[in-house]
């Protein structure tokens, strides 16, 4: 049976039997999907099918099988991206992360996967990785029925003000802090920057500060592993300086 | 339809990797029926090994020793250290021959999504190791998939502040390979890894 082939990323992937790797996809028409891929160290024209399945690179897949896990039919290239490096890279684990642990199988997500291959071509590219990452961040709520506006004060129903302090709630969105209250608080005018796409400074750490209790409401207690890896690098260059 | 003993024999033979019930049957039955000499030596060899063999204490390699054989051999060269995955990795480069210094065996690499963070593969005693023993030059070997070039990415930033020399193999064409049949990834990595020839 021949199956069409669909763009797609590879997430993860691990051992499986002799030579079989049981891959975690993301793809454009199915979304997340769990797939078995036999016989990977085989060699064959363009490259064996083991060398081009890597993270952060565009694939097309053929997937055949109706029950969870489907079974790779077909790889090919889905065009050249440079490789991921250095913190890119490490920024590109944490992505997947998010991915893997806030999508369900089965579950088209077409949305997401734009804004997937748009933040893995800006780290590919070298671009600030923070913006980027975001940027991503955002639309990946937003997909995902979180939506929350950076300018908008969600209680009052009135737009943020520039002048004002504001505090963020997940789930409800932002308000303005009442004077006089404790808790961490984003000053109206960083907010209205972030809004607008401008991610650098204080806009940038207010945004990262709201986008990590958003994504905390949703990935529960278990915490991101690959966010350790920078929070304990930062640690390291605090010490140094 | 087995005998107690014989269908727990069959069933410890499918933990082994690749091993289905078909040919743990097969194996169970060729120790018992025609090699009762091979199944005393196996049973014996596999209990001793389970019993003795652990971590050695400098490379995490696998050893009965506290220290490995390797980091025990003086003509080996302390200021070199090669950060491999696994055992089989040292296996392999050791069967390769012409490397001289030593290993650090991480038993895996990072992988956030597996829950694997650096102080699961021992990169703490890694940096102690690097720190206290005149380790001058790192040669990073894990493996050329994101996992493993993240691993070497996050050492090469640990160890930057301790002024040892750090480098990665290259990757690209394997020798003996034609470029048609080598993947784009990989003949990518080739042309970026290029290296001056001259005569």
């Known amino acids: 049976m021949q199956a069409s082939l669909q763009p797609a990323y590879l997430l993860h992937r691990r051992p499986y039997r002799e030579s079989s790797q049981l891959l975690e996809l993301f793809t454009a028409e199915h979304g997340r999907v769990g797939v078995v891929a036999r016989g990977l160290r085989r060699r064959s024209r363009g490259g064996s099918p083991g060398a081009l399945l890597q993270p952060f690179s565009p694939l097309l897949v053929g997937l055949v099988g109706r029950g969870e896990l489907k079974t790779l039919a077909g790889v090919e290239s889905g065009g050249g991206l440079a490789p991921l490096r250095g913190d890119a890279l490490l920024s590109g684990l944490y992505v997947n992360e998010l991915l893997v642990r806030l999508l369900h199988r089965d579950d088209p997500q077409p949305a997401v996967f734009a804004s997937y291959a748009t933040v893995l071509g800006a780290l590919a590219d070298a671009a600030p990785v923070e913006p980027a990452l975001r940027r991503f961040e955002g639309e990946l709520l937003e997909a995902l029925g979180y939506a929350f506006a950076l300018d908008h004060d969600a209680l009052a129903g009135t737009p943020v003000e520039a002048t004002r302090r504001y505090i963020f709630e997940p789930g409800v969105g932002l308000r303005a802090q009442r004077p006089g209250a404790a808790g961490t608080s984003f000053a109206g005018e960083d907010l209205l920057r972030a809004a607008a796409g401008d991610f650098t400074g204080s806009a940038g750490r207010a945004a990262k500060g709201i986008l990590r209790s958003a994504l905390r409401e949703l990935l529960g207690e278990r915490p991101l592993r690959s966010r350790q890896l920078f929070l304990r690098r930062r640690e390291r260059s605090r010490e140094g300086s | ?199």
Not at chain 2, 74 to 100: F, K
């Open chain 2, 1 to 199: 339809m087995f005998s107690p003993a014989l269908e727990a024999l069959v069933d410890a033979l499918r933990c082994l990797p690749g091993v289905g019930p078909k040919s743990a049957q097969r194996m169970a039955l060729h120790l018992l029926e025609r090699d009762r000499e091979g199944a005393q030596v196996l049973a014996l060899a596999l209990g001793e090994a389970a019993e003795r063999v652990g971590r050695c204490q400098r490379c995490r390699n696998l050893t009965e020793a506290p220290v490995c054989a390797i980091c025990e051999d003086p003509r080996r060269e302390a200021a070199v250290l090669c950060v491999v995955e696994t055992p089989a990795d040292v296996l392999a480069i050791e069967q390769a021959g012409g490397y001289r210094g030593r290993y650090f065996v991480l038993m895996g690499h990072l992988s956030p999504i597996d829950g694997i963070g650096p102080e699961d593969i021992g990169l703490d005693r890694l940096q102690t190791l690097v720190q206290e023993q005149g380790v001058e030059e790192v040669i990073l070997a894990t493996n050329p998939t994101a996992e493993g070039e993240a691993t070497a990415w996050y050492l090469t930033d640990l160890l930057a502040a301790d002024g040892v020399r750090m480098s990665r193999i290259a990757h690209g064409v394997p020798l003996g390979g034609e470029l048609e049949y080598v993947d784009g990834n990989t003949l990518m990595h080739a042309f970026s890894g290029r290296l001056p020839v001259s005569r």
